[in-house]
């Protein structure tokens, strides 16, 4: 099922459109498809009304809210939302999270307990002695 639609751009936006192009190597329409899927695709169910934006970067709960995850927090949970469906080490995710800092097991817990307080307790599991995983 095809129809035609017609937009009227502005210049700015067409200057954007047309330089995505260019960067897709792809022609305006299919551009423009290529940029609403992105759009269209961009949430992950996280279970329980709550959901991460791929292109926003952020974490909703069920009443479209962002649920305001720290820098750092926002770290710790792309290390373990990349790692969908497998267990990451602590030492990866203190890695990923604090750069080149020594940080306790226990600063981990605590961030992770603050995660869980500002979604649910379910979205990141713990793996006694070996990790963390999604738990969605």
Known sequence: MSSNITIDL?????RFLKSKAREFNLPLEETLKEILSQQVDSRIDLG??????????KVFDRKNVDVGLTKTQMNIFHTILRS????????TIKKNAWKDKNTSIFTLRNMIKQIRDKTYYGLIK???????SAGF
């Open 48 to 57: 329980k009304g709550f959901y991460y934006d791929k292109v926003l970067k």
């Open 126 to 132: 713990s793996h006694s002695s070996r990790g963390y």
């Open 10 to 14: 502005t210049k700015d936006m067409e």
């Open 84 to 91: 969908q469906g497998t267990i990451v080490d602590v030492e």
